[in-house]
């Protein structure tokens, strides 16, 4: 009913910068809240950033200072502009919005994009 497509992640040297993009489309009668998420492997999943609605941001401290979200309400898209990057950032990366549909809220989850930094 309600599809979350993330782009933008692949191969990056150290220092060097990407940004993603999740586009929700389907069923929807409003997005409230979105954020992206990472996990490396052998890790827990964990927040990199969250916007609500009205635009108000979160940053997991590891990422302060160097990556942005934001959202563009009639596109229905969320960007994560990641800059300085460095290897310990390399992890598959998922979009996730909490979406208001004829059938209540619910949270969507993206299948993720993989984002690789170089030493």
């Known amino acids: 009913q309600v599809q979350l497509v993330e782009s933008g992640g692949g191969l990056v040297e150290a220092g060097g910068s990407l940004r993603l993009s999740c586009a929700a489309s389907?069923?929807?009668?409003?997005?409230?809240?979105m954020a992206w998420y990472r996990q490396a492997p052998g890790k827990e999943r964990e927040l990199v950033a969250e916007i609500s609605s009205g635009g108000s941001t979160n940053y997991a401290d590891f990422v302060k200072g160097r990556f942005t979200i934001s959202r563009d309400n009639v596109k229905r898209t969320v960007y994560l502009q990641m800059n300085s990057l460095q290897p310990e950032d390399t992890a598959l990366y998922y979009c996730?919005?909490?979406?208001?549909?004829?059938?209540?809220?619910?949270?969507?989850w993206g299948q993720g994009t993989q984002v690789t930094v170089s030493s």
């Open positions: 996730k919005a909490r979406v208001l549909t004829t059938q209540g809220i619910s949270d969507y």
């Open positions: 389907g069923r929807i009668f409003s997005l409230s809240g």
